[in-house]
């Protein structure tokens, strides 16, 4: 019974963190976040469960003409504040480290908040991610990769024009032989077939899976 109880009140919170994403809610978002936290709510779970469905909910409406680009914008930073609430939470729990991740979305793309979300879930799972932003050039990802001593270089784009920068990244790494990078692409547009086309290692359309699919990658 009590179990049943807890579960309704889960139900409730990430209702409520749907809810604070799709009425680009900050303030909501992020006094939701603490008590999913407060609760002991898995982040994941809040994460994929609540915060993404609002976005979806965005998307829908977006699509729909019922809502335009500053209330999409509003939204990602209702998200994005919910997330730094939770990230602490996911991060540190497994060292030392499983490997090294340089991620970023590609040149010419400034959609962050589904890279944002990999990366929190990847820190969870115990890898040390570089996060280096948005609109990152090809020579940018391997510059870092470099630096970092990446095992593996995760790429997102959102749109169908930015895609080709997934591609570039492959190129930049062939042509400097570094073969032993592996490479992990995603983001809206991008495609299981996309990512075998252009030679890439691994795609993934959902952040609960990334760390599984990095851990079978570094694997190979
Ligand atoms: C939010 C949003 C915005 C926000 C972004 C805010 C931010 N800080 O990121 C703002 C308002 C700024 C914006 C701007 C624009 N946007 Co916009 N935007 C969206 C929207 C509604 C949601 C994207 C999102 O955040 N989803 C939620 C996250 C959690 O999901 P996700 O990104 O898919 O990520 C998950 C997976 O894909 C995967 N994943 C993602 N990245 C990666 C990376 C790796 C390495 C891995 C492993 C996995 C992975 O894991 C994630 C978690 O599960 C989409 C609609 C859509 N259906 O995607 C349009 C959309 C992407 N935008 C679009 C467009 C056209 C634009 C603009 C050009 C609009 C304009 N006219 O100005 C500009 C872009 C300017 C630019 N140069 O980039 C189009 C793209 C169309 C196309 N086919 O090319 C879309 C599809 C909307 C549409 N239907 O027209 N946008």
Not at 57 to 82: K, T
Not at 110 to 121: L, S, W, Y
Not at 193 to 201: A, L, Q
């Amino acid at each position: 019974m009590m179990l049943g109880v807890e579960r309704t009140q889960e139900n409730e919170v990430l209702a409520l963190l749907k809810k604070a994403v799709e009425t680009w809610n900050k303030g909501l978002a992020v006094d939701t976040a603490k008590k999913a936290l407060d609760m002991g709510i898995d982040p994941y779970e809040a994460i994929e469960n609540g915060l993404c469905q609002g976005m979806t909910g965005i998307s829908d409406a977006f699509n729909e003409g019922r809502i335009y680009l500053p209330q999409v914008l509003a939204a990602s930073e209702a998200m994005d504040s919910a997330i730094a609430i939770f990230e602490p939470a996911l991060a540190g729990k497994f060292l030392p480290y499983k490997g090294v991740v340089v991620i970023g979305t590609v040149q010419g793309d400034i959609h962050e908040i589904g890279k944002n979300v990999v990366t929190a879930f990847l820190r969870g799972a115990g890898y040390a991610v570089f996060d280096l932003g948005k609109d990152i050039s090809p020579e940018e990802f391997l510059l870092a990769a470099r630096e970092k001593g990446a095992d593996v270089i995760g790429a997102s784009a959102l749109m169908t024009t930015t895609l080709v920068g997934q591609r570039r990244i492959i190129e930049q790494l062939n042509e400097e032989k570094l073969f032993r990078i592996k490479t992990i692409f995603g983001g809206a547009c991008c495609t299981h077939r996309w990512v075998k086309d252009i030679g890439g290692d691994a795609y993934c359309a959902c952040g609960a899976e990334v760390a599984n699919k990095i851990d079978q990658l570094l694997l190979e």
